[in-house]
């Protein structure tokens, strides 16, 4: 009788070890999900400019971008004020048009976010190409038929290459100054 008391206590420390070993890792599971991902943020080295800006028509503008940096800029998102005093929020749209030396078809993937104000460097149809370190790159973008343009903001952005989304570079925007009726 005395062997089987010992067996039964050998027995509940077990259970009890079992059971703290899979509430921990329950919990370990639960708490994971709550932890947010790494945010990103763009590298140090990252550095885009508005080197030109030119009025070409009534509501359309030629942007010349350079690459300053030394990483390759996927494309920007744009967008423009009708006044310097209000937050730029009105998408600049990717127009074709001869007036650039970038002449050409705009990429696929720019024909469908140009509304939403993407636009990504390239002129091959079905895959952009990066801007690459002191490269220019000029693109005409048309603005509201009714509206003025008085400035515009862009921000650079980048495809991540562990997953099939945009980082945008929330701390790089560019504001830039323009006139055009």
């Known amino acids: 009788?005395?062997?089987?008391?010992?067996?039964s206590e050998v027995?509940?420390?077990?259970?009890l070890i079992v059971v703290g070993i899979s509430l921990s890792a329950i919990v370990f599971v639960f708490l994971q999900g709550l932890i947010?991902?790494?945010?990103?943020?763009?590298?140090?080295?990252?550095?885009?400019?508005?080197k030109e800006t030119k009025c070409i028509s009534p509501n359309l503008v030629n942007i010349t971008f350079q690459n300053k940096g030394r990483f390759e800029i996927?494309?920007?998102?744009?967008?423009?004020?009708?006044?310097?005093?209000s937050v730029a929020v009105n998408p600049l749209k990717p127009?074709?048009?001869?007036?650039?030396?970038?002449?050409?078809?705009?990429?696929?993937?720019?024909?469908?976010?140009?509304?939403?104000?993407?636009?990504?460097?390239?002129?091959?149809?079905?895959v952009p190409s990066a801007l690459r370190p002191n490269k220019e790159y000029s693109?005409?973008?048309?603005?509201?038929?009714?509206?003025?343009?008085?400035?515009?903001e862009i921000q650079p952005f980048l495809n991540l290459e562990d997953e099939r989304k945009l980082g945008i570079c929330e701390?790089?925007?560019?504001s830039h100054e323009i006139s055009c009726p």
Request: proline share 2%.
């Open 74 to 85: 996927d494309g920007v998102y744009s967008r423009y004020a009708n006044n310097l005093a």
């Open 171 to 174: 701390e790089k925007i560019i």
């Open 95 to 126: 127009e074709e048009s001869s007036g650039t030396t970038n002449y050409g078809t705009i990429n696929k993937i720019s024909e469908d976010q140009g509304s939403q104000g993407f636009f990504y460097f390239g002129r091959v149809k079905s």
């Open 11 to 15: 027995v509940s420390y077990v259970l």
């Open 1 to 7: 009788m005395k062997n089987k008391n010992g067996l």
């Open 139 to 152: 693109q005409v973008f048309s603005y509201g038929i009714a509206d003025t343009i008085a400035k515009v």
């Open 36 to 50: 947010p991902e790494k945010e990103f943020s763009c590298p140090d080295g990252l550095a885009l400019i508005i």
